[in-house]
């Protein structure tokens, strides 16, 4: 059966357990005994720094070759339909595809046709799962447990897939998450989760702080930046108010000075660079689950 990796609704707790022990694996010296030597294709329909070069870094740490796909110079642009493009890609041979799409639900048609594994690395404003593992990780390596921790996520929460895939997976576990959201919620879509109307809310009890930029891509309305700054920008005197062991994340791209304030993404209770080095053993437990049998 082939194994896709496009939803974090498709894996058990015991399941992303196992994927920690596969990334710590890949994280100690260890793990670049494998060496799979096939050929995977990176389709890239949105921008992308950390995703993309981190998914063909880890993959060529396990023997993987990439070729990338430009739909600029493809038969997209004569009208070719996404299923008959990976039909075609299929039958070449590829064996795994790794892509980011505009498009929420762009994998359900696609899927049941392919021979060989998709790896969704951002979807819409609904998946971004390797993103929500690579977290799950951060945090779990922290606290040495993905349980019984308060999640605080803040900033542009309805148009962020990372804000999505990282709710899939939380609570799939015993945590208490809050939402401070620039943008109204549909409080009826988060069923169990905290809503906060300010950082007073819960600034002060939360174990981790997850923060968001704007995705200004995906905006019909503009937004004031001077009012999200003032509410949401965590800066100095916020982070004076966490507790000491509480460690505050972002998934990038930041937007300096608007979400968060330079000084805090080098604080000592920012993990954001630990996230980032966690993408490389985290994309490579993800080639190995899609590749092992
Ligand atoms: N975190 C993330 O998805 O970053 P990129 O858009 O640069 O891949």
């Known amino acids: 059966m082939t194994k896709h990796f496009v939803s974090m609704k498709d894996f058990s707790r015991e399941q992303i357990f196992e994927f920690f022990d596969r990334i710590a694996y890949f994280e100690s010296e260890f793990g670049t005994n494998k060496n799979y ?23 060529k740490k396990l023997g993987l070759n990439f070729l990338n796909f430009d739909s600029m110079k493809s038969s997209l642009t004569k009208g070719e339909t996404f299923l008959d493009t990976f039909l075609n890609l299929d039958a070449m041979g590829f064996d795994g595809y790794i892509v980011r799409t505009k498009q929420d639900g762009f994998f359900q048609d696609i899927l049941p046709h392919l021979n ?6 951002g979807e819409g404003v609904s998946e971004h799962p390797s993103q929500a593992l690579l977290d799950a990780y951060s945090i779990w390596k922290e606290f040495k447990r993905i349980d019984n921790l308060h999640v605080a996520i803040v900033g542009d929460i309805p148009h962020s897939r990372v804000a999505s895939s990282n709710l899939d997976l939380l609570t799939k576990f015993d945590n208490k ?7 109204l919620l549909d409080e009826q879509k988060y069923p169990g989760i905290n809503i906060a109307q300010d950082y ?14 704007n995705q200004y891509e995906r905006h019909s309305e503009k937004i004031d930046p001077v009012l999200f700054y003032n509410k949401f920008c965590l800066d100095e005197k916020k982070v004076k108010l966490l507790k000491k062991e509480a460690i505050i994340m972002h998934p990038g791209p930041i937007n300096h000075d608007q979400e968060i304030t330079p000084g805090i993404i080098h604080h000592p209770q920012s993990r954001i660079y630990k996230q980032v080095q966690h993408s490389i053993p ?12």
Do not use: H
Not at 177 to 183: A, D, H, M
Not at 203 to 213: G, H, S
């Open 37 to 59: 030597a096939k050929f995977f294709i990176s389709m890239f329909f949105e921008p992308s720094t950390r995703t993309d070069l981190s998914f063909q870094l880890a993959g």
């Open 116 to 121: 060989s594994p998709i790896i969704n690395a």
């Open 177 to 183: 998450v809050t939402l401070f959201s620039s943008f």
């Open 200 to 213: 007073q809310d819960f600034i002060r009890d939360v174990d981790v702080v997850i923060m968001l930029r």
């Open 282 to 293: 985290t994309r490579q437990a993800i080639f190995d689950y899609c590749l092992s049998k």
